[in-house]
């Protein structure tokens, strides 16, 4: 793997935490921990994933493992890294609309807390993900957003022909980060990076279709040079 091929969150990295969206062509390290994902609401645990060929379904992942890294992959969806604030217990969770709506943010984060320091905040950015720009959506979906998020879907949309609305997947995500209770200040995104617009840098379900590949975007607990 070429570590030059993954972008940094200065958030992350100001906590001394070991994370990286990956770019198109970064090879995926043999020793990733990632689940099967299914675009549900389950966690798993690094040591559920630890057996290749045999990790459990779920689309996010936590561990307190120091140095061992968790993954998830995704081609316009949102990949969303997270860490408690001294770095020992780390979550990676993929999410459509589909996580969205079932809560899979909210799951990932309870999870998480249970790893951590009762006064720990948790810092989580958002990743490379398809824009507004270029997500159109129909009825059916934003049915299912409105249950969870009917105060702030208005703002997430911009109404195209009958029917269908622009989708801003980041914003949702940002404010499930807040309703689970992180502090506004530790949700970082990263800035202009649609997956669609960018096929320089990367891979695009909608743009390319199945057969497109997956950026792998992974996180590990541990900070051994670290006080408190
Ligand atoms: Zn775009």
């Given at each position: 793997m070429n570590a030059a091929q993954a972008l940094r969150h200065a958030l992350l990295s100001e906590i001394g935490v070991d994370h990286g969206f990956g770019l198109r062509g970064f090879a995926e390290l043999a020793d990733l921990r990632r689940p099967r994902q299914v675009h549900g609401v389950a966690v798993a645990t690094a040591e559920q994933c630890a057996e290749q060929g045999r990790a459990p379904e779920a689309d996010a992942v936590i561990s307190a493992?120091?140095?061992?890294?968790?993954?998830?992959?995704?081609?316009?969806?949102?990949?969303?890294?997270?860490?408690?604030?001294?770095?020992?217990?780390?979550?990676?969770?993929?999410?459509?609309?589909?996580?969205?709506?079932?809560?899979?943010?909210?799951?990932?984060?309870?999870?998480?807390?249970?790893?951590?320091?009762?006064?720990?905040?948790?810092?989580?950015?958002?990743?490379?993900?398809?824009?507004?720009?270029?997500?159109?959506?129909?009825?059916?979906?934003?049915?299912?957003?409105?249950?969870?998020?009917?105060?702030?879907?208005?703002?997430?949309?911009?109404?195209?022909?009958?029917?269908?609305?622009?989708?801003?997947?980041?914003l949702l995500a940002r404010e499930a980060l807040r309703a689970a209770g992180v502090a506004g200040e530790r949700i970082g995104l990263l800035e202009g990076a649609c997956t669609a617009c960018d096929a320089e840098r990367f891979y695009s379900y909608r743009r390319d279709g199945p057969e497109t590949g997956r950026l792998v975007h992974f996180i590990s607990a541990g900070r051994p040079n670290a006080e408190g």
């Open positions: 493992e120091v140095g061992v890294r968790i993954a998830v992959v995704t081609a316009d969806c949102l990949p969303i890294l997270l860490a408690g604030d001294r770095g020992r217990a780390v979550a990676a969770i993929h999410a459509g609309w589909r996580g969205l709506a079932g809560g899979v943010i909210g799951a990932g984060l309870t999870a998480l807390r249970e790893r951590l320091g009762k006064s720990e905040g948790v810092t989580a950015v958002i990743g490379p993900h398809i824009g507004k720009c270029c997500y159109e959506v129909d009825g059916p979906v934003l049915g299912a957003l409105a249950v969870r998020f009917s105060d702030v879907l208005p703002r997430a949309l911009r109404q195209t022909r009958p029917g269908h609305a622009q989708l801003d997947l980041g």
